[in-house]
């Protein structure tokens, strides 16, 4: 029997569904939980070209969910690493992998010629920096997060509505896998449900998972869902910007505690969110307001304040 005889046989894939899963180029980012159970189905059912983005190496911390990975991994490139594995698993795949890490200023570059975009990263700036360039260009993004017992993966843009539309704000703050940890089996859940989709939307089964968002709460031994296909997209997007998009008339207020970093120029200002209001100072003309800090979460918050009292041109920073 051909290897993928069994999927061949599932009622609307077909010879030519297998045939639109070698042809297809993906663009994942992230090698971590999400992108392991993802990434071997998806190797494993025939996709064509994989580009793999992740700047980080393998960590004793990663293997207990990370199980693309072995102990004989420690300090390689996790990128490398997975790829060497997907390989060894289906030299028919090819993969390209990537020491990089994904910002605005190289989206478009690592996103060029792929049929789909799979989210891997699980982090706000991230997510919305594919999502916007995604919506852009009519790419569909297959997004998926988890923390703790609980997570969710959806399918966005390309003809659906985009991440803002369905998360248009943000909470003040969240905790990651690091401050609040992860159990493996509800990271790899929601790494399967993605690679599901992104099967799905490329052999063109009926119904797509663009427009739905699948939840999965293990605490309770639930999954839920939702479709958001009408979803509106925001009035106004304030982009993230990569620190080299910078202008010379650019006001650059740096969020962060003076510990969390050197600054980024030495003309900027050190604000908390709190301090951004009516009074925050404007820039000069032809600059923006741009909001900086670590993982994107308070620049949003900021933005939104200044929003409040002013309609000038705004963007935020996410230094990692």
């Known amino acids: 029997m051909s290897r993928y005889a069994r999927q061949i046989a599932v009622q609307g894939m077909g010879a030519a569904g297998q045939a ?20 071997q189905y998806l190797a494993g059912a025939g996709i064509g070209r994989i580009r793999l983005v992740d700047p980080d190496c393998v960590e004793d911390s990663n293997l207990h969910r990370q199980t693309l990975f072995r102990l004989s ?73 988890a923390l703790g017992l609980q997570g969710y993966a959806g399918g966005f843009c390309g003809g659906a509505p985009s991440l803002r539309a369905v998360f248009p704000a943000l909470p003040r703050a969240a905790g990651s896998c690091a401050s609040e940890g992860v159990l493996g089996p509800v990271v790899g859940t929601l790494g399967c449900l993605q ?12 119904p797509s998972p663009l427009g739905r968002i699948v939840s999965f709460d293990a605490a309770r031994f639930r999954f839920g ?50 301090e951004i209001g009516p009074d925050t100072p ?18 949003w918050a900021a933005t939104e304040r200044l929003a409040a009292s002013w309609d000038g041109e705004m963007a935020m920073l996410a230094v990692g």
């Open 282 to 299: 404007r820039p000069a003309p032809g600059g923006r307001a741009v909001m900086c800090c670590r993982s994107g979460l308070r620049a």
């Open 195 to 206: 690679a599901q989709m992104a099967l799905a939307h490329l052999a063109g089964l009926d």
């Open 73 to 145: 991994d420690r300090g390689r490139p996790k990128a490398v690493a997975a790829a060497e594995t997907l390989t060894a698993l289906n030299p028919d795949c090819r993969i390209e992998p990537l020491r990089q890490r994904l910002d605005p200023g190289n989206v478009a570059s690592l996103s060029a010629g792929v049929d789909l975009i799979l989210d891997c990263a699980d982090s706000f700036a991230a997510s919305y920096v594919l999502s916007d360039h995604a919506q852009d260009h009519g790419l569909p993004l297959i997004s998926a997060s």
């Open 225 to 274: 869902g939702f479709d958001f296909g009408g979803a509106p997209e925001p009035a106004r997007r304030i982009p993230f910007i990569a620190a080299e998009a910078l202008r010379p008339a650019d006001l650059l207020i740096d969020l962060r505690a003076p510990e969390e970093g050197p600054p980024l120029r030495a003309e900027m200002l050190r604000l908390s969110v709190d």
């Open 20 to 39: 639109r899963l070698a042809g297809a180029h993906l663009l994942v980012v992230g090698a971590g939980g999400l992108a392991a159970p993802a990434l």
